[in-house]
């Protein structure tokens, strides 16, 4: 894919579904009582591994116009006659190992590459607390075969923060007789937690530690996924970067375990409006206008990284353009995401002439510099090739994106939106 560099970044646009909130109705609706309906389901290729996971487990699901999903749902789910493959998705691998454990069959989960890549100990761990048999390649890696049953409740701290592992330990918990506990060392998105709000579980949150009661019977819903704002980033880090940019993003979810990136942008000088506000099954959803103002630096580290995760690239890749820069630290998880995204930021970033310096757990991207046009390795990694178009977007000459097509992951229509609100 060629990036040609921008003159300003107009237009108005709303957004396929979230993907974190896409996976957790799919699987939930599975095991609901009745069929759930969901309008604006998310486009990305990891959802469609959860639909067809969820598909040979024997739910009935119907994909129709508008991207509505309808998912009939059962008492019990069925052992599949085949490996599930879990495709580049690391949510759908681990949330459905948690169903899976407390299911009475054996399956196995699958990857490509890159998922079979990451680690998966964090979810392994608690669920064979809770009594389910677990198999792993090289104890931590996928494939995973699963020997789920009967488990017993637990009250587990997590070593990592992971909203995956918390929403695995939850969706084991839901299946288990008694009361099972998870404590995050720092808060994540909670969007597990509201979707079995939304389904009729009653879950409590004291602090940083969220129960439920095994045994709940879930009633199935009709909704409206809203706009994804892990996609909406890469588009308002770009207005974010031209004088003159305006542009506004509606239905989109504002949960604030997800918005951080309104807040980081805001710290740097863009203006941001919020309108249209309102709650739809405890999720915050409305409009939002950006408009560029000078971009001063920022310094993000502890929970707002781990709040941030999935817009740190993004954030990185713009931060040449920033008048201060800016510093991440305490993000080593993204070593371990869909690629090293600590590694490949900082060789994208000095492909085109920036500087900048690695750590362990993070990247400092010093601000005021000017990039070129350079070719663009995005490892497979679909926020890697999209946080580099928004790059190229400002640089001296056009870039290439190599593998530009790993953007279909999460957002397929990403290329396609970029150059209806790009002007050249
Ligand atoms: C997700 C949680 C995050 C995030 C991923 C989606 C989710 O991963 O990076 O893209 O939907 O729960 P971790 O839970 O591993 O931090």
């Known amino acids: 894919m060629i990036i040609h560099p921008a003159k300003n970044i107009l237009g108005s646009l709303r957004l396929p579904g979230d993907k974190s909130v896409s996976h957790r109705y799919a699987m939930l609706g599975a095991l ?46 069925v052992s599949p006659t085949a490996s599930l493959d879990c495709g580049n998705s690391g949510s759908t691998m681990r949330m459905l190992a948690g169903i899976l454990a407390g299911q009475e069959f054996a399956s196995t989960l699958h ?3 890159s998922l079979s890549r990451r680690p998966m100990a964090r979810v392994i761990l608690p669920l064979r607390q809770m009594g389910a048999r677990i198999k792993a390649a090289d104890g931590d890696l996928p494939p995973l075969e699963i020997h789920g049953g009967t488990l017993q409740a637990i009250d587990y701290r997590m070593p990592v923060a992971s909203a995956q592992v918390k929403s695995a330990v939850l969706f084991a918990g839901l299946q288990t007789p008694g009361e099972t506990s998870v404590e995050e060392p720092v808060r994540t998105r909670d969007h597990t937690e509201q979707a079995l709000r939304a389904f009729g579980v009653e879950v409590t949150r004291i602090r940083n530690r969220v129960t439920l009661h095994g045994g709940q019977k879930l009633q199935a819903i009709q909704a409206v996924v809203p706009g994804d704002v892990s996609s909406a980033a890469f588009f308002l880090c770009a207005a974010a970067l031209f004088p003159g940019s305006n542009l506004v993003i509606e239905n989109l979810l504002l949960n604030p375990t997800r918005a951080s990136l309104l807040d980081v942008l805001k710290v740097l000088g863009a203006r941001i409006s919020i309108i249209n506000l309102e709650e739809r099954y405890g999720e915050l959803v409305g409009t939002v206008k950006i408009e560029h103002g000078t971009l001063r630096g920022t310094t993000i580290s502890g929970g707002q990284s781990v709040s941030l995760i999935d817009e740190l690239p993004v954030l990185a ?8 820069g800016i510093e991440i630290r305490d993000a080593r998880e993204l070593r371990v995401k869909e690629s090293d995204r600590i590694a490949l930021v900082a060789r994208n970033l000095r492909a085109m002439g920036a500087t900048c310096d690695e750590y362990e757990d993070g990247l400092r991207v010093p601000g005021a510099q000017k990039l070129r046009g350079a070719e663009i390795d995005s490892g497979g990694d679909h926020r ?15 870039s290439t994106i190599r593998g530009a097509e790993a953007a279909r992951i999460s957002f397929p229509e990403f290329f396609e939106m970029l150059d209806q609100i790009a002007e050249r």
């Open 317 to 324: 890749a713009i931060a040449p353009y920033t008048q201060g």
């Open 384 to 398: 890697i090739a999209m946080a580099f178009a928004v790059a190229a977007l400002r640089a001296d000459g056009e």
């Open 111 to 113: 990857g490509d590459g």
């Open 32 to 77: 609901a009582q009745g069929t759930t309906r969901l309008a604006n389901f998310s486009t990305g290729a990891d959802c469609a591994s959860t639909l067809a996971c969820l598909r040979e487990l024997g739910c009935t699901i119907r994909s129709g116009e508008d991207h509505v999903v309808e998912i009939e749902g059962r008492e019990r789910l």
